[in-house]
């Protein structure tokens, strides 16, 4: 674990999944806009790394075990001060695996996306929702997809879960209304990071093709997104934004150079 400048007064906001892709873009474009992030993840030893280049906390944790969570939630407790509230947390851990079509499902792949997009978003939000609520000035921003707001062929287990996490974090705006706290779902499309990689098992030339011929967007291009919609003033809650790339109008639906789609 990096330890933190004790001098420090800077808000904290907690990032999930921030050992890659967007989650470590998000956490960079926070640390240059003020924030002091706490980095979460499973691999300790990438959070570190960043954590030593941007001035950030790295604690190891894994959203699918409750165990981990509480660790992780005891562990931002005792950085929190008077001068150094938690005001945000980044529900971003989570990702696909697989395309099996439903005929076919593979229930532990299903398992891990809804263990990792869906409990796992529940199990951090609700551990840290007091802190965030006695900061006085909270904001939680899920990191959706647009797999939340629809379907495609051989999705159903991403879609399914991203739709879960999509309600989950919607029926907050709601429960929490009146609460000094703000709601913000972001739902990327295609975004090239490892989710590929992770989605197909390790397999590089699967992964490759999903952003053949066109140009996908990129982590910072979600992490600019997140840093706006995080240092907004108090009383303006983005509440949903999509991002795609100019070239994919559905999940599934892309314009590749050479193609006619
Ligand atoms: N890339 C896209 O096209 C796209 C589009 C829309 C939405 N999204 C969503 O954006 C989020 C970030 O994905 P990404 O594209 O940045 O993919 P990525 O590069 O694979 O990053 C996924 C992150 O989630 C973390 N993670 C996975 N399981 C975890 C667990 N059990 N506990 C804690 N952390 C866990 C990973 O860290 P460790 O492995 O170190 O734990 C990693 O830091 C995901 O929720 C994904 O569904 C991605």
């Known amino acids: 674990m990096s330890t933190p400048d004790p001098g420090n007064d800077r808000p904290l906001v907690v990032v999930t999944g921030a050992s890659s892709g967007i989650g470590a873009a998000s956490a960079r474009a926070l640390a240059a806009d003020g924030w002091h992030p706490v980095l979460g993840a ?10 030593d280049e941007i001035g950030a906390t790295a604690l ?5 075990r409750a165990d981990s969570v509480a660790a992780f939630a005891a562990a931002v407790r005792e950085l929190v001060g008077p001068t150094r509230p ?23 792949k299903w398992r891990w996306m809804w263990e990792s997009n869906v409990l796992g978003t529940m199990r951090v939000t609700k551990a840290l929702l007091p802190l965030l609520l006695d900061s006085g000035d909270g904001h939680i921003v899920t990191i959706t997809s647009i797999a939340a707001l629809e379907v495609y062929d051989g999705g159903s287990g991403y879609t399914s879960a991203k739709h879960a996490e999509g309600a989950l974090h919607r029926t907050l705006r709601g ?13 990327p499309g295609a975004v090239e990071t490892e989710f590929s ?12 093709k999903v952003y053949e011929g066109l140009e996908p967007l990129v982590a910072e291009d979600v992490a600019e997104v997140v840093a706006f919609a995080m240092n907004r003033p ?10 795609k790339p100019r070239a994919q109008a559905t999940g599934m639906r892309f314009h590749r150079e050479g193609s006619q789609g």
């Open 60 to 64: 190891e944790l894994d959203v699918t």
């Open 42 to 51: 499973r691999r300790l030893e990438r959070l570190e790394q960043l954590a």
């Open 175 to 187: 429960e929490l209304l009146g609460q000094p706290v703000r709601l913000t779902e972001i739902a």
């Open 86 to 108: 938690l005001r945000g947390l980044v529900n971003n851990a989570g990702g696909a695996q697989g395309t099996e079509t439903v005929a076919e499902a593979d229930e532990e």
């Open 197 to 208: 990689l992770v989605r197909f098992g390790g397999d590089e030339t699967r992964a490759a």
């Open 234 to 243: 108090s009383h303006v809650n983005l509440d949903t934004i999509v991002l």
